[in-house]
């Protein structure tokens, strides 16, 4: 009976949402809105299908760990150490703005302060999982927007601790309230389990991976990569502390170890998983009994609340500054309200803060906030966003005029450049197209046009002319996205040639799979760069040096086409590479013996063939 | 036709020579002939050695179709004779990969034929200049072929430019069924001397 109701539950969330999330997608709605759907047609509500949904709720939440996990691997400690005034700042502005401003409304309208204190604090956080699912998705984590939201949410995490410590405190009849000293020994205990993490993941984490990493079982590393992440989150939540907060510490730690990209290749697809089974079950947990008994009110807590956080964030973005285009998003994804935001009305229930008419109240507001931001954000991609172009107070703007330049360089950071540089100066006219609304404004400082817009978008390649340009240079240092937008590219506008940066090998023969053939490795030509100056150091003649590293520069291109067609072969793959650099080196040992030998006087008749001659140069 | 005639072009300004290409574009539409621009293969002047020896091997005439500047080849035309003419593979002891093959200089020069003469600035006639290709061809046991030369392709009429074109082509064309080469002798001195090594006399200079 266990079993079957088990499988038949994965069947349902598998299929609902392998139908739900490609459609919302096709309708250009992103994946969030489909999980949200699918768990809302599956769930009591809807088809009656599942009616677990808290307990769902509960076992997804794990999704949010692991992302923040991923979200800490991204980020090494010197960065979160420059976050630290965005977090305690900006992060402390908006808790404690919202939560105010909340209340506010809350005494205006004649309600008590503790319900209007607990529901202001519950409503002023905000949907991590939502707001860093809309970041991955549309890749803007690295975007100074982007950044700002990661604080924020951080924050958020922090703060949960003292919410919920806070709230019982607050019961009317008083029976919740704490006694004294046991707060200072809950701090106590996690400030020292924090301080336990911090070391143990500094001294112990990597040789235990190194150990787990030479034991060859790609499955077991998968295992262990998971059981870190279980292991920081229920230590964290033993001493009372946000289970998410741990794992994004565990992440931080990691963040600089040779494990990293393998730990993030484990991780993601449960992350993934997992997300998308809270989003449903976000959607299962929307109690519509509450909403059509009284949609006036839940819709007026709803306006009221998002309009609330909506403008303290509004006047944080004017302060930050926040770049025009990126405050869209910053605004709608914090305002909303958020998962963390169920656990504290369910604890001021229990404490008898709230009773649960209301609760049931406040928790279908946050869902129906949490249902609308997604919707939310494609009407501002749509109608905000390019209002904001044609306001465009400081030139700042999205790409809106079609354009006509034969070239289009995707990606302006420090590759796209100068690239573009280089033509400008030969008089080619170059459209640009950058993601990040902060280095846009740089550039354009610099006195180069810039336009801010998404080059995936098939939409806003066309407004670039893509279908009357001739070639696009695609130098955009994401590895997705650079691969996403040849895929456009090559659907849409097979005339244009794609000239490439590539970020790595792999990156390399993802583009070669697209039939991209003017490929650059980012680093190689400088790598080179540094070992002619290392040969010249070591006594080579400069020239030398520099026919030796254009030499191996052919070399190793050569070899990475040989290799392409056993991709895969992780073995064929090395036995190539193996065969090819020995090729080289016995080449070049035969160079060196022979340029001796001629030195020498000797050798002169020497038997030998020249499959590929020594240059002149190689003698002295 | 299996292409017996393997052309090298060599102009490092390609962009600003009308007589350069339409020579080549000539040479091209011959069935027979494969050009080799080597400015355009090599660019970064890393020239490949081992292709450009293949696509020797399969030739029977050589042909070099480049300006003359400052009296001689342009200089990735050089580094090409110095890097694929090398020792053991084209002269020296084992080198005969290009014994009994021909080799045809196809040359263009600003100046006018008039100022080739001890009058006139440029003081020699242009024969003067030409020893060193001949020299070079005669050491890896080619036969150099009688030179045609463009004067004063700086000014020269689009009609003239055009038979001269013509007359290249045709002469690809007959190859090896040329009036001029009914005289010339199979080749002077084909003999490659297995001590020859005139890289290392150099090297051994001052």
Not at chain 1, 32 to 38: K, N, Q
């Amino acid at each position: 009976m266990e079993h079957s109701n088990w499988l038949s539950g994965t069947l349902m969330y598998l299929s609902a949402a392998v139908l739900a999330v490609p459609l919302a997608r096709k309708l250009g709605l992103g994946s969030i809105i489909g999980y949200l759907v699918a768990g809302i047609v599956i769930g009591p509500w809807g088809l009656r299908l599942m009616t677990d949904a808290q307990d769902m709720l509960h076992f997804a939440e794990f999704g949010v760990v692991l992302m923040l996990f991923l979200v800490g691997l991204e980020l090494e400690p010197h960065r979160l150490w420059a976050l630290r005034k965005p977090i305690f700042g900006w992060g402390t502005a908006q808790l404690a703005g919202s939560t105010l401003l909340i209340a506010g409304i809350g005494l205006a309208c004649g309600m008590p302060w503790q319900l209007s204190l607990v529901a202001a604090l519950g409503l002023a956080l905000s949907s991590t999982a939502i707001g860093l699912g809309v970041l991955n998705e549309r890749n803007l984590l690295p975007t100074s927007g982007g950044q700002s939201l990661l604080s924020v949410a951080l924050l958020q995490d922090i703060a949960a601790i003292p919410i919920l410590a806070l709230v019982p405190l607050l019961s009317l009849t008083g029976t919740g309230a704490a006694p004294e000293g046991h707060g200072w020994r809950a701090a106590g205990l996690a400030l020292g389990m924090i301080a336990a993490i911090v070391l143990g993941g500094r001294l112990l984490l990597r040789p235990a991976l190194r150990w787990i990493a030479r034991s060859a079982t790609p499955e077991i590393f998968t295992a262990a990569a998971l059981l870190l992440v279980v292991a920081t989150a229920s230590l964290m939540q033993a001493v009372g502390l946000s289970m998410a907060l741990g794992a994004f510490l565990a992440g931080v730690l990691l963040a600089e170890s040779e494990y990293r990209r393998e730990l993030e290749t484990d991780i993601e697809p449960f992350k993934g998983l997992l997300l998308g089974l809270f989003f449903m079950a976000v959607g299962m947990n929307v109690d519509f009994a509450v909403v059509t008994a009284q949609p006036g009110r839940i819709a007026a807590v709803v306006a009221a609340f998002l309009l609330a956080k909506a403008l303290v964030l509004w006047l944080m973005a004017r302060a930050m500054p926040l770049p025009a285009p990126e405050r869209p998003v910053f605004i709608l994804l914090l305002a909303q309200g958020g998962e963390f935001g169920f656990v504290v009305f369910q604890a001021a229930q229990q404490a008898g803060v709230i009773d649960a008419g209301t609760s049931s109240v406040l928790v279908a507001a946050v869902a129906v906030s949490m249902l609308l931001t997604p919707l939310l954000l494609v009407a501002a991609d749509r109608w905000w966003m390019p209002r904001l172009a044609h306001a465009g107070q400081s030139g700042m703007q999205e790409l809106d005029e079609p354009q006509n330049a034969p070239v289009i360089i995707a990606g302006f950071g420090r590759y796209g450049q100068v690239v573009g540089r280089l033509l400008s100066a030969n008089g080619i006219a170059v459209t640009v197209l950058e993601h990040d609304a902060e280095q846009v404004e740089t550039v354009r400082r610099f006195g180069m046009a810039a336009f801010y817009g998404d080059a995936t978008r098939l939409d806003l390649l066309r407004t670039a002319g893509a279908d009357r340009a001739r070639i696009i240079v695609v130098a955009i240092d994401d590895v997705a996205q650079s691969l996403k937008t040849v895929d456009v590219v090559r659907e849409h506008f097979p005339q244009l040639a794609v000239v490439a940066r590539a970020r790595n090998v792999t990156h390399y023969y993802g583009l070669r799979q697209r039939g991209v053939t003017l490929i650059e490795r980012e680093t190689l030509d400088s790598a080179l760069m540094s070992a002619r100056s290392v040969l010249e150091l070591m006594g080579l003649e400069r020239h030398q040096a520099r026919n030796l590293a254009l030499r191996f520069r052919r070399h190793t291109i050569e070899l990475l086409e040989e290799m392409a067609p056993h991709l895969g072969d992780q073995n064929k793959l090395i036995a190539v590479s193996k065969k090819g650099r020995q090729q080289l080196e016995q080449q070049w040992a035969k160079e060196r013996a022979e340029a001796h030998a001629r030195h020498k006087g000797t050798g002169w008749h020497a038997d030998t063939v020249h499959p590929e001659p020594a240059s002149h140069d190689a003698e002295r | 036709m299996p292409s017996d005639i393997l052309v090298l072009t060599a102009h490092p300004h390609l962009e600003h020579s009308k007589v350069n290409r339409l020579l080549m574009a000539a040479a091209a539409s011959v069935g027979r002939v494969k050009v080799r621009d080597v400015y355009a293969l090599y660019p970064d002047y890393l020239i490949d050695v081992a292709a450009e020896q293949r696509a020797l091997t399969q030739a029977r005439l050589v042909v070099w179709q480049h300006p003359i500047h400052w009296y001689h080849m342009p200089p990735l035309m050089k580094l090409w004779v110095d890097e694929v003419l090398a020792f053991g593979w084209a002269y020296g002891h084992g080198g005969h990969a290009l014994q009994g093959k021909d080799l045809w200089l196809v040359a263009s020069t600003g100046g006018p034929e008039s100022s080739y003469r001890p009058t006139d600035y440029n003081r020699y006639p242009f024969d003067a200049f030409l020893p060193a290709y001949e020299q070079t061809a005669t050491l890896c046991g080619m036969r150099f072929l009688p030179p045609l030369v463009l004067h004063g392709a700086h000014r020269i009429a689009d009609d003239d430019l055009e038979a001269h074109a013509r007359l290249l082509a045709d002469r690809l064309t007959m190859y090896p069924d040329w009036p001029e080469l009914r005289d010339l002798p199979a080749c002077v001195t084909c003999e490659v001397p297995d001590n020859a090594r005139p890289s290392l006399d150099l090297q051994e200079g001052p």
